[in-house]
Structure formats: structure tokens, C-alpha cells
């Protein structure tokens, strides 16, 4: 009898130690852990320079004007709408756009978004450039049709001018 005594408590411990390691086993609880972020729309601006050349007022550019290109890179987030327009210069005057030699004096000079110079690229509303909706995160470039007005009287001397582009987006 003890021996069946001494089975039936080591039946009754493995029982126990069975049942406590059931319910010593961890349940399980869920929730949802929300993930989010914003993607703000951006842009930059850089440009490469409008470069003339050389103006002869006595030959060529008497009756010709003188044509150079220049280009605007925009990169915009994806999906973003932009203009970008062109200031006047720091030599501009009644209007116009001018390069400055210092006291040489002055060349006209006009800047075109067409390369048929017909429609002038400004800084308002309605001279700007609107760009079109951003394909991707790539740099877009964008030409600058340069025009020297013919027919200038000009003096000798290296003539410059600094315009400033500037992205609304």
C-alpha cells in the first residue's frame, strides 16, 4: 500500500506540475501599430548662364540680333506644380532688361520661354513659367532663349547682368 501510496503522489505531482505549466503558459493579446509619414512638396532651382558671345554692332548684330541659350533645372517632388519665373535684373530700366559694362554703358537684351522669341519670360503671373506636374524626383531642365537686341550702339567692354529665377511651388 505505501508503494501504491508513494505512485499515486508521484501521479498526483506530475499532474500538478502538468497543469502548472499549462496555465503558467502566456496567452496572447493583439493591437495594430499605425505607421504614417508626410511627404511635403519641395523644390530646388540651379541654372546655367546665358552666354552671348561676342556682339559686333558694326557687322554682324547691325542688323542682326545675337541668340544664346541658358537652362533652368528644376527638381520638384513628385506630383508637385510649380512656376518659375525670372526677374528683370539688376540693370533693368522702364521695363527692360539690360547688361552693364560699367561706364561703357548698357546692351539690351530680352529673355524668351520659346525658342521663336515670341513670349517673354518674366516674374508675374502671367509671364512665368508654369511647369507641369512632376513626373518623378528627377531634375528637369528647362531652356532660357536669350535675345541681344540688333542695332545697338554699343561701346567696347565685357557687359553682364544677374537675374534672379526663383520656383513658387
Not at 523644390?43 to 547691325?62: E, M, R
Request: glycine residues 8%; neutral net charge.
Amino acid at each position: 500500500m505505501r508503494r501504491s501510496m508513494s505512485v499515486l503522489a508521484g501521479l498526483a505531482m506530475a499532474v500538478i506540475a502538468a497543469e502548472s505549466r499549462l496555465t503558467g503558459q502566456a496567452t496572447n493579446a493583439t493591437a495594430n501599430l499605425s505607421v504614417s509619414a508626410t511627404v511635403s512638396k519641395n523644390c530646388t532651382i540651379t541654372t546655367a548662364p546665358v552666354n552671348f558671345g561676342a556682339y559686333d554692332p558694326v557687322a554682324t548684330n547691325a542688323t542682326a540680333p545675337l541668340d544664346g541659350t541658358g537652362t533652368i533645372t528644376v527638381t520638384c517632388t513628385k506630383g508637385a506644380v510649380a512656376t518659375v519665373g525670372l526677374n528683370m535684373g539688376s540693370n533693368a530700366n522702364s521695363g527692360a532688361r539690360r547688361m552693364s559694362a560699367g561706364s561703357a554703358g548698357y546692351l539690351s537684351y530680352e529673355l524668351y520661354k520659346d525658342a521663336s522669341h515670341s513670349t517673354v519670360w518674366g516674374d508675374a503671373t502671367d509671364t512665368a513659367l508654369d511647369l507641369p506636374a512632376a513626373p518623378n524626383r528627377n531634375p528637369r531642365d528647362f531652356p532660357v532663349f536669350g535675345r541681344v537686341l540688333a542695332a545697338q550702339d554699343a561701346s567696347v567692354g565685357s557687359y553682364t547682368d544677374t537675374v534672379l529665377a526663383t520656383v513658387n511651388f
